[in-house]
Structure formats: C-alpha cells, structure tokens
C-alpha cells in the first residue's frame, strides 16, 4: 500500500498558466503537451483503498478523465495484484477487464473507436460488443456463487502465471471453472445412486465442480490439478464451502499432472472440464483403458469444452476406444453465468 501511495502521489498547480501549460510533480500526461480550457475550476478527491488524495485542477477535459479513470483502474488493479502476490493467489485476468477498456480508449481515444468500428463493420462490432457483455454478465453472476457459498471460484488464471509439475503446460488451457447451471445440466448424465462411484475432475482448477459434486452424493470426490497455487485456492474452498443440507463427500485433492495420475479401482466419474488439448488426450486415453484392463469397473467419462474443434478431436479418439461406448453428445444450453457455449460428449463402459 505504501508503495501505492508512493506511485500516485499527485500534486498540480491550482491555476494554469495563461500560455495553457500545467506544472506537476508527475509529468505524465502533461509532457506529451496537453492543452487546457480555463473554463473553470474543479477540486477532486480520489481515493485508492485507505490512501486519500486531493488533486486540485484550473480546469478540466475529457482526455483528463480517462487518464484519471484509467490510474483508479490501474491502482485498484495494483492493490489487488499486490494483494495476491503477497497471499500466493495468481492474478486473475478477468478482474482487469475494465482497466484494460480504460486503457483501450486512454490510448486510441474515441477517434479510435470509432475507426475500429468502421473497420470491423456495425454487425461485426455488434456481436463483439453482445459477447463482452455476456463475459460481463457470467463474471458477476459467478462472483455471486462465491459470495454466496464464502469460495473464490470465479475469473481466469493464464498459465504463464503459475508454476506446473510435468511436462504438459504448453498443452494446458487456462484455467477457468465451469458455470454452475451448465454443471448441473452435464450432472443429468451422472449415475442415479452415485454412492457407489468416485467423482474425479481431472485439472480441477479452483475446485468449483468439486464442492458443486458434493451435494449428488459421491463417496469420495478427487480433484487432480498440476499447478500448485491453483491446488493450495481449492484446498482452501474446500475448507471455506458452505454447503446445503445433506451428505457430504470425502473431497481433496492431488498436486499431478494428468498424464502421472494412478486411477484408483473404484466404479468412477470421470470429468474433464477443458483442461488440455488432444495432444494430451492421446496420452490419457491409454491410461485410463489400462486402468479398466487391468481392473474391470464401471466408468462414466464426461467431457466438456467451448472450441468445437478441440471437442471433435477428442470425440473421433474416443470413438476408437474398445472400452468405452458413447452415451450422449451435443451442445449445453448457453446460460447467462456461462461466458461460452459447451460442446460434450458422455461415454461409458458397456
């Protein structure tokens, strides 16, 4: 925080001078030759966290603002990756949405907007806007899961900000959690006694479809997950979840790459929740036939991802597999607290 203050401590003249030049101890943006309208004159306080500070400007214009918005944006992301930093928490990229639109129009100014949109086209504009605010929209709803339930869940964690055992991180996806209502819609295909079954998500994240599995009633539920910072913020979930009324299932979970993971000889749920590309798939496939050989079982093997591609590749795979026959297949229904559409696949033992 002091560091913070330190950055931020501004200071301006109260009046210009009359050939439209401002004098401060922080040069930015007053270097690049902004000009002023002595129009009138406005006093602000700006507060970052517990830091107060009183700028006091001759006048005031529209380029001022953003860059005023854009270093409120860029202290309270400060703060928070401060705050990570010093807790282990990798940032989330989700929370700098905002300060990133800041800094989109801080740099190109509405001038550029505009070009952007006629570059583009209106229709393609449209639907790019339409998408970000559907972003928006399944980010607020998924910070409200986690109030609700006291966990942190939501946003996305890039893998270039965390350290991994194994040798599969360029395959990696980022690490996003699954929405609740499209869980609940995959959950349709669990097994109707689901004591009798281990509930296993494999790159399990922060745990969000761990503690959502808890109330189906597994006997054990495992989270496998290779990034550490990522494995300690479940943990901790799952110590923090507030669940509902009813049973509630042994749950932990294991620092692994996939590839390294031991299937214990239980009847199992397997679910993968776009963890990782076909290139890891073709490694993980052989895995778990050799785990059925080796001990026959009944297996559920759920799988679900947002690039159609991805999906396919793994679909076509699986459908080479002599362990396994196809259950269901499609497309879940695009809910508001879901920033994609999910394509899945449901296969099981015969």
């Known amino acids: 925080m002091g560091k913070i203050k330190t950055i931020y401590s501004l200071s301006f003249t109260s009046a210009c001078p009359s050939n439209g030049s401002a004098e401060a101890d922080l040069q930015h943006p007053f270097e690049r030759g902004m000009t002023w309208k002595n129009t009138f004159r406005r006093r602000i306080t700006i507060s970052f966290g517990d830091s107060c500070k009183e700028l006091s400007f001759a006048s005031l214009n529209t380029q001022m603002l953003i860059w005023l918005v854009h270093v409120y944006f860029d202290c309270w992301d400060a703060m928070k990756q401060n705050k990570s930093a010093h807790n282990g928490i990798p940032p989330d990229r989700w929370a700098s949405r905002g300060r990133r639109a800041i800094l989109f129009i801080k740099q190109y100014g509405i001038t550029g907007l505009i070009e952007r949109v006629r570059t583009y086209g209106i229709v393609n504009s449209f639907f790019y806007l339409k998408m970000h605010m559907r972003y928006q929209i399944s980010i607020e709803l998924g910070k409200r899961w986690d109030r609700k339930h006291n966990v942190n869940t939501r946003g996305q964690i ?53 503690l959502m599995a808890q109330k189906y009633g597994f006997e054990k539920i495992i989270g496998v997950e290779f990034a550490e910072a990522v494995c ?14 009813g049973r509630v299932s042994s749950c932990h979970v294991v620092h692994l790459d996939a590839t390294q993971y031991e299937y214990p000889y239980e009847n199992l749920v397997l679910y993968f929740n776009n963890p990782f590309s076909p290139n890891v798939w073709e490694k993980i496939i052989p895995i778990i036939e050799a785990s059925l050989q080796e001990k026959p079982r009944k297996i559920i093997l759920i799988m679900a991802g947002s690039v159609p591609d991805k999906v396919e590749a793994v679909i076509e795979m699986m459908g080479r597999s002599p362990y396994f026959v196809i259950k269901a297949t499609g497309i879940a229904p695009y809910y508001c607290d879901t920033y994609l559409p999910f394509y899945y696949a449901v296969y099981q033992t015969p």
């Open 232 to 245: 300690l913020i479940a943990k901790d979930n799952i110590q923090r979840f507030r669940h509902g009324k």
């Open 158 to 210: 890039d893998l270039d900000q965390v350290d991994v055992v194994g040798a599969n991180k360029t395959e990696g996806h980022p690490i996003v959690s699954i929405s609740p209502r499209t869980f609940s819609f995959l959950a349709r295909h669990f097994p109707k006694t689901c004591e009798n079954y281990t509930f296993i998500d494999i790159g399990s994240g922060k745990g969000r479809s761990l």
